[in-house]
Each structure stands twice: as C-alpha cells, then as structure tokens.
C-alpha cells in the first residue's frame, strides 16, 4: 500500500471550511484514496472515497488533482462535533484474492474552536 | 441501518489469562477483520478473515491470538495468554464486496476496551 503523509493536527473554527491534505507519492495505478473519520473510544467510520477528480458526498467532498499524488478532504462549515481524527488511506484493497487490508496511518487531529 | 457490535465493551485480565472478544458482523458481509487501538496510538491492522480462514494478518498477530467464525453470526478473536502491552481497544470490522467500485468501505464496530494488569 502506498505510504500517505497528512498533517498532525489542525485548528479551525466553527462554520469555517477545512481542507486536509494528503500526500501519496507512490499511489499505483490501481489505488483508491479513502477517508475514515474517528471520534475518541469510537470505531473508525468511512468518510469517502475516489479515484480521480471530484467526488462529493453529503458529509464531504474530496479533491483529486490528475497525478494523483495527493488528495485533499474538504469538509463544508464545520462544527464542534467534526472533531475528530481523519485518517487518508491510499491501496488497491481488492487483490486478486478478493479480500482486502485497510491499514491507516497516524491520521490529522482536527480541533473546531467554538 | 445495519451496524457491527461488539461484546463486552470493557473487559479487565489478569497478565497470563485467556480473552475472547466477541464481534457480530453485519449480516450480509463477507469479510471480518480486526483491528487494535493502543491508547493515543494509531488503528493497526491485525488479521482479516474470509471464506472460514485468514486472509491476511500482520506481524502483530502472533501465535497467542486466534480467530474464528464458530457459527453463521459471531467472529471471535482470541488472545491465548495477554501480556500488558496487549491493553488496548479491539475493534471489530466487516465488509461488503458487492458494495461499492472495487474497493469496499469497512464498518467498524464500538470497539472493545482490553485491559490487562
């Protein structure tokens, strides 16, 4: 799986909009970026997921520009209760076995100030 | 909305005892897995399971853990002989092949709080 890079932490205050992004130099041509948000003492939840350019879905939308080398999860007028971590997943999770392994990294530690 | 679940939420050993973690996947899914959470650490991956065996596992899952699907419903993990450094949350996870482009989203459960002392 290619190895991401995304910031520690970030700060941002309520209703503003916040983008991470994710370095993945080594993507394959195979390769799908996925975001997983985790609140403390939760299971991790799927945020989104895409291939290429533009994908957006009702929580967030995720930007890909053509090389694909990096990824930016752009979430709309957050509030208190997107504090989370977000962790950027980048591999082919489907191989020819069928079966797949998610491994995440050490993810970005957002804070929404009031 | 379907959903993981995950027995107990909190569970407190002595060093050296046996633990099963009890996962309930979603029904229709296909693949289990499971992961660990040391406190203030990163999710690491340590075994994913499917058509009744190992898939893949990581370096972590050693010959003190095992899994296993003893009925059409639970997905087990045991830990042989905990260690203190084995003190974690455990969570759970499963997916849906049929889901999705070619790559699947995992659902992940509550998590299950190990503590050995």
């Known amino acids: 799986l290619a190895k991401t890079t995304q910031p520690i932490s970030m700060d941002s205050y309520e209703g503003q909009e916040v983008n991470i992004t994710c370095s993945h130099n080594n993507i394959a041509t195979n390769d799908y970026i996925t975001w997983y948000q985790q609140f403390p003492s939760q299971g991790p939840r799927f945020i989104i997921q895409g291939y290429k350019t533009k994908v957006t879905n009702e929580v967030a939308s995720l930007f890909i520009p053509a090389d694909r080398k990096s990824s930016t999860l752009s979430l709309p007028r957050v509030s208190l209760s997107d504090t989370a971590v977000y962790y950027c997943l980048v591999g082919d999770t489907w191989n020819s076995g069928g079966y797949q392994k998610v491994t995440f990294g050490t993810g970005t530690k957002l804070q929404v100030i009031p | 909305e379907p959903e993981v679940t995950q027995t107990p939420s909190h569970q407190v050993t002595q060093m050296g005892q046996e633990v099963i973690l009890r996962c309930v996947p979603i029904?229709?899914?296909?693949?289990f897995y499971w992961y660990r959470q040391i406190l203030g650490q990163k999710v690491e991956f340590l075994v994913s399971f499917y058509n009744n065996e190992i898939s893949e596992k990581s370096e972590i899952f050693d010959d003190q853990f095992s899994v296993e699907r003893p009925d059409g419903s639970n997905f087990t993990l045991k830990i042989r002989s905990t260690k203190l450094e084995d003190s974690a949350m455990y969570f759970c996870?499963?997916?849906?092949?049929?889901?999705?482009?070619?790559?699947?989203?995992?659902?992940f459960g509550e998590g299950s709080r190990l503590t050995v002392l």
């Open positions: 029904s229709n899914h296909l693949y």
């Open positions: 996870a499963s997916s849906d092949p049929q889901r999705g482009g070619s790559t699947g989203e995992l659902f």
